[in-house]
């Protein structure tokens, strides 16, 4: 009982909190005057006032959160704020059930980008702008700003960060207190933001277009202001732009801090994972080119780099714009595509999958086991770099990767049996575990996920809050041990 009134305390600081979030459309709202600021706010004293009927009967237990109230607080905070933010979709939208306001409001929190909206281009501006604010915040992690926040209402945040941090290397500190460090990312986050919308503008974009996509971008979130994407620009320079942004995006936003701290590059030089992030998705980038124009997708072999880089880069770092219909071309493409947007980016990024940590230790313990098989009197430790991988770590990415996979088949047999196509089914599991937006046949770029029904929806809803919260976050509270005393 004492754990879920601790829980019940921090939630409602949460929603408190996240109540602040609504500014943005409500000013958007009022400049366009597209009609919905009033809705906006009576929907922003609502989660004030649900946070505070939460936070105020609990306020005065000051016992400091554990392990498993973080493990607990995660998985309800991005499945409450998540049904808290329908609230704009349901009373703007006509027709828009809570099925499909739900999914969508995951997409957004989980940056997983995949929409099930038609007519984006006429929707209201804040309600475009909310969409795409999700996709921002859900990006760094809403829990992450909380903890930048709580600690000044009295509040410890250790437990919540170690629980939402993705990856496996979660106790290297940026800073000695743990707020700093969350303020600090926080910092660097926003800077890379305004960075990108400024060049947004600048190729082209208009301001709003701007903010919105940057938004996305940073958060590799992959929503869209426009039914047709990015494709809608049909502009080289912004699809340039976004390349730029959506591989700093797909890279640790540690490394990021650290560079900006120590002003230079130094710091991705010695990152482990961000030399091999680039090589694989660039060169990935230049191979597929090549598969796609002797395939003759495309008459001239730039027309294919171009199209062939804008749309790996965007499915391989989980973010999800898209430019031209990839479910027409070879298959072999489409699908290495959803493959690299289950390793390639770094932990730490604001994207999903398994992480390019993980990739790198399962494929080292792989080649050393089988050095062992040849030299089994060897003593040999697995070595990322000159960091010697303790054995836990390696134990725990095993398991991590078996749960992942197995996750994918069940959701995947799952669609199957409520009668959706093979390649759609796992497809979208794909795509939606490693929260990288479009998957392919009757969730293809040129569609949405609207022609699912509501089993389907909320299949791959799940699929998308697994993805977000690394599969254990979720699965650790269903076991008899977390609820012992």
Same mark, same amino acid.
């Given at each position: 009982?004492?754990?879920?009134?601790?829980?019940?305390?921090?939630?409602?600081?949460?929603?408190?909190?996240?109540?602040?979030?609504?500014?943005?459309?409500?000013?958007?709202?009022?400049?366009?005057?597209?009609?919905?600021?009033?809705?906006?706010?009576?929907?922003?004293?609502?989660?004030?006032?649900?946070?505070?009927?939460?936070?105020?009967?609990?306020?005065?237990?000051?016992?400091?959160?554990?392990?498993?109230?973080?493990?607990?607080?995660?998985?309800?905070?991005?499945?409450?704020?998540?049904?808290?933010?329908?609230?704009?979709?349901?009373?703007?939208?006509?027709?828009?059930?809570?099925?499909?306001?739900?999914?969508? =409001?995951?997409?957004?929190?989980?940056?997983?980008?995949?929409?099930?909206?038609?007519?984006?281009?006429?929707?209201?501006?804040?309600?475009?702008?909310?969409?795409?604010?999700?996709?921002?915040?859900?990006?760094?992690?809403?829990?992450?700003?909380?903890?930048?926040?709580?600690?000044?209402?009295?509040?410890?945040?250790?437990?919540?960060?170690?629980?939402?941090?993705?990856?496996?290397?979660?106790?290297?500190?940026?800073?000695?207190?743990?707020?700093?460090?969350?303020?600090?990312?926080?910092?660097?986050?926003?800077?890379?933001?305004?960075?990108?919308?400024?060049?947004?503008?600048?190729?082209?974009?208009?301001?709003?277009?701007?903010?919105?996509?940057?938004?996305?971008?940073?958060?590799?979130?992959?929503?869209?202001?426009?039914?047709?994407?990015?494709?809608?620009?049909?502009?080289?320079?912004?699809?340039?732009?976004?390349?730029?942004?959506?591989?700093?995006?797909?890279?640790?936003?540690?490394?990021?801090?650290?560079?900006?701290?120590?002003?230079?590059?130094?710091?991705?030089?010695?990152?482990?994972?961000?030399?091999?992030? $680039?090589?694989?998705?660039?060169?990935?980038?230049?191979?597929?080119?090549?598969?796609?124009?002797?395939?003759?997708?495309?008459?001239?072999?730039?027309?294919?780099?171009?199209?062939?880089?804008?749309?790996?880069?965007?499915?391989?770092?989980?973010?999800?714009?898209?430019?031209?219909?990839?479910?027409?071309?070879?298959?072999?493409?489409?699908?290495?595509?959803?493959?690299?947007?289950?390793?390639?980016?770094?932990?730490?990024?604001?994207?999903?999958?398994?992480?390019?940590?993980?990739?790198?230790?399962?494929?080292?313990?792989?080649? $050393?086991?089988?050095?062992?098989?040849?030299?089994?009197?060897?003593?040999?430790?697995?070595?990322?770099?000159?960091?010697?991988?303790?054995?836990?770590?390696?134990?725990?990415?095993?398991?991590?990767?078996?749960?992942?996979?197995?996750?994918?088949?069940?959701?995947?047999?799952?669609?199957?049996?409520?009668?959706?196509?093979?390649?759609?089914?796992?497809?979208?599991?794909?795509?939606?575990?490693?929260?990288?937006?479009?998957?392919?046949?009757?969730?293809?770029?040129? =569609?949405?996920?609207?022609?699912?029904?509501?089993?389907?929806?909320?299949?791959?809803?799940?699929?998308?809050?697994?993805?977000?919260?690394?599969?254990?976050?979720?699965?650790?509270?269903?076991?008899?041990?977390?609820?012992?005393?």
């Amino acid at each position: 009982m004492l754990k879920l009134i601790i829980v019940a305390k921090v939630f409602g600081l949460m929603l408190m909190v996240f109540s602040v979030t609504y500014s943005l459309p409500i000013l958007t709202a009022l400049i366009y005057r597209d009609g919905t600021a009033w809705l906006f706010f009576e929907d922003t004293l609502s989660t004030f006032i649900a946070g505070f009927f939460l936070w105020f009967p609990t306020r005065n237990n000051t016992r400091e959160l554990k392990s498993r109230d973080g493990f607990l607080l995660v998985v309800l905070t991005w499945l409450g704020m998540a049904a808290f933010a329908t609230f704009p979709l349901l009373r703007n939208i006509q027709g828009l059930s809570f099925t499909d306001a739900y999914f969508e =409001t995951m997409s957004g929190l989980s940056t997983t980008g995949a929409t099930v909206l038609a007519g984006l281009d006429h929707l209201p501006p804040a309600i475009n702008l909310w969409r795409h604010e999700l996709n921002w915040l859900g990006g760094m992690g809403i829990i992450v700003l909380a903890v930048a926040v709580l600690p000044i209402l009295g509040v410890g945040g250790r437990q919540l960060f170690m629980a939402e941090t993705p990856g496996p290397m979660k106790d290297n500190k940026l800073t000695p207190r743990i707020t700093e460090t969350a303020k600090n990312l926080w910092i660097v986050y926003a800077g890379i933001t305004l960075a990108c919308i400024l060049a947004l503008k600048l190729v082209g974009m208009s301001w709003f277009d701007a903010i919105c996509h940057a938004f996305a971008t940073l958060g590799l979130g992959g929503f869209s202001t426009h039914d047709a994407s990015v494709g809608y620009f049909n502009s080289p320079a912004i699809e340039l732009v976004l390349i730029v942004f959506m591989l700093i995006s797909g890279m640790n936003f540690a490394t990021h801090f650290l560079a900006w701290r120590s002003k230079s590059l130094d710091p991705y030089r010695h990152d482990i994972e961000a030399m091999p992030f $680039l090589v694989l998705i660039l060169g990935s980038c230049l191979g597929i080119a090549l598969f796609i124009w002797y395939e003759n997708t495309y008459a001239g072999f730039w027309t294919a780099l171009r199209h062939v880089s804008f749309n790996l880069v965007s499915v391989g770092t989980d973010c999800g714009f898209t430019s031209v219909d990839f479910n027409q071309w070879p298959l072999f493409a489409p699908l290495w595509m959803l493959f690299l947007s289950c390793i390639s980016v770094c932990t730490g990024s604001t994207g999903g999958g398994i992480k390019m940590m993980r990739t790198l230790i399962l494929l080292r313990q792989s080649l $050393l086991q089988m050095f062992i098989l040849t030299h089994p009197t060897s003593v040999n430790p697995l070595k990322l770099g000159k960091l010697v991988v303790p054995p836990n770590i390696i134990l725990s990415v095993l398991g991590f990767i078996f749960v992942y996979f197995m996750s994918i088949v069940m959701l995947t047999l799952a669609l199957v049996f409520s009668d959706l196509d093979l390649i759609s089914s796992f497809s979208a599991i794909i795509a939606c575990i490693n929260n990288a937006g479009p998957g392919l046949g009757t969730v293809g770029p040129a =569609t949405n996920y609207s022609g699912l029904s509501d089993f389907q929806t909320w299949i791959c809803t799940l699929a998308m809050f697994l993805g977000r919260i690394e599969v254990f976050t979720a699965l650790i509270i269903l076991t008899p041990t977390f609820w012992r005393k």
